[in-house]
């Protein structure tokens, strides 16, 4: 048997590079709160795969917040990893493991990592933690700085909590963001005498985008299949019944579908890479920002299609309130990373083309017959029209080619059990 994965040896280079001592109880505390956290049976695209990958750098704290950034996932998780939590007692409160508040007393005002921290992600003493937007990446901080802190001076504990705040994906104020954090550096120099100079700031901040554009690279990739795959993962860890192999209704699964569609729908090429201090370059940013566009052009018609694929057989079921997905994957995608050529979304959908299910990317069968048949503007109009909670009715099928509607019935006697 293979031994399991571990980020034992790239966090030991790290820890060395950085002067500090490697052996004992903190590579240990360290390497078990990460490797724990991150292959919790729930996760699927937070894996510690992903962690070591935005880790791959030659700078010693790139590798410790890439390793770090994605420790709590407490709505995927169920709650906060048991290896954070001991590093977490008497600094957040929760009555259900799912929402957290800071504590505000005379010890956590006194705990220089806590207020330190706390300052970076902009949270105010007693504050509940944003459901979205945050919450996972201060725990994560909060978890890792606190192991940190008994060998590491206040600089290496604010460069830690700004490379893991600047991960917090999706923000439109990206500027107002560096700004912030950049005053926010001069305030906890002046509080405890740090000694940062302004360009040592502007180094943790021009640190910290390069982390956090590491952190969403797929969304520029050349190889959309390898993107799709994470898309997929994605969808897995937002789904209880996914992300654990529970069988699924077919209405279930296509408002899963309609939900991934319309949030990659939504998005922008500059809200998600980021840019400080020419770090990127602008012409590398320029790049990432062109290749995104055109990425997210792409699949949101492979999406789109997807949806409709799914709607049909949804549509074409006797009673889909009732009806689950039988014939479908149990493990993650396998679609071939080495198709790189797919830039279409007919040539996408057609990897899955021969498959007798319509299940993720890789089994497409229905999905690549109506992008063969159908144009990307005739499905994005059906699409359009499917509401959030409301059945997908037979009436669908009439709206469709005859033989698309046929062979969405024969998929869903294949795929649906009772």
């Known amino acids: 048997m293979p031994p399991a994965p571990s980020c034992r040896s790239q966090l030991e280079h790290a820890l060395i590079s950085l002067a500090l001592k490697s052996e004992g109880q903190l590579l240990t505390d360290l390497t078990v709160l990460i490797d724990s956290s991150m292959t919790y049976e729930t996760r699927h695209y937070h894996t510690l795969g992903h962690a070591m990958m935005v ?18 996932q407490v709505d995927v998780d169920g709650g906060l990893p048991a290896a ?37 992600f902009n949270l105010q003493p007693g504050q509940r933690l ?6 996972n990446e ?21 460069a830690l909590a700004v490379g893991i705040e600047a991960t917090i994906p999706f923000r439109k104020d990206s500027d107002e963001i560096a700004h912030r954090i950049l005053a926010t550096l001069e305030d906890i120099d002046r509080r405890y005498g740090i000694g940062f100079s302004n360009e040592q700031s502007r180094k943790h901040l021009r640190r910290a985008i390069g982390v956090a554009n590491r ?33 699924v209704k077919i209405a279930t699964y296509r408002f899963i579908i309609q939900k991934m569609t319309r949030f990659l729908g939504s998005l922008r090429a500059e809200n998600i890479f ?29 999406m789109q299609t997807k949806l409709l694929a799914v709607a049909l057989v949804e549509a074409a079921t006797a009673e889909p309130s009732t009806a689950y997905l039988g014939h479908r994957i149990t493990s993650r995608s396998t679609t071939p990373r080495s198709i790189t050529h797919a830039r279409t979304a007919e ?5 899955g083309k021969n498959s007798s299910s319509e299940f993720d990317i890789d089994r497409s069968a229905l999905s690549h017959r109506v992008i063969s048949m159908m144009s990307a503007s005739e499905i994005q109009e059906l699409t359009r029209e499917f509401v959030d909670g409301s059945p997908i009715g037979a ?24």
């Open 130 to 135: 944003p459901d979205f937007g945050g919450k």
């Open 138 to 158: 201060f725990l994560s901080a909060m978890a890792a700085c606190k192991i940190l802190e008994r060998v590491v001076d206040p600089s290496t504990i604010a």
């Open 347 to 351: 040539s996408i959908l057609a990897v």
């Open 84 to 120: 954070a939590g001991k590093w977490l007692t008497g600094l957040v409160r929760s009555d259900d493991g799912i929402h957290f508040t800071l504590v505000d007393n005379a010890q956590t005002r006194a705990d220089r990592a806590f207020e330190i921290v706390r300052a970076i």
């Open 215 to 247: 952190d969403v690279c797929s969304f520029a990739s050349e190889n959309l299949l390898a993107f799709l795959d994470d898309t997929w993962n994605l969808m897995r860890e937002g789904s209880v019944d996914l992300r654990r192999d529970r069988p």
């Open 395 to 418: 009436k669908l099928l009439t709206c469709v080619p005859a033989e698309l509607a046929k062979h969405a019935k024969e998929l869903s006697d294949r795929m649906i059990a009772s």
């Open 274 to 302: 980021r840019c400080f201090d020419h770090e990127p370059s602008t012409r590398q940013f320029q790049d990432l920002l062109s290749s995104t566009s055109d990425n997210l052009s792409i699949i949101s018609v492979v």
């Open 55 to 72: 880790a791959d750098s030659g700078d010693a704290l790139d590798v410790l917040i890439g390793l770090c950034h994605d420790i709590a």
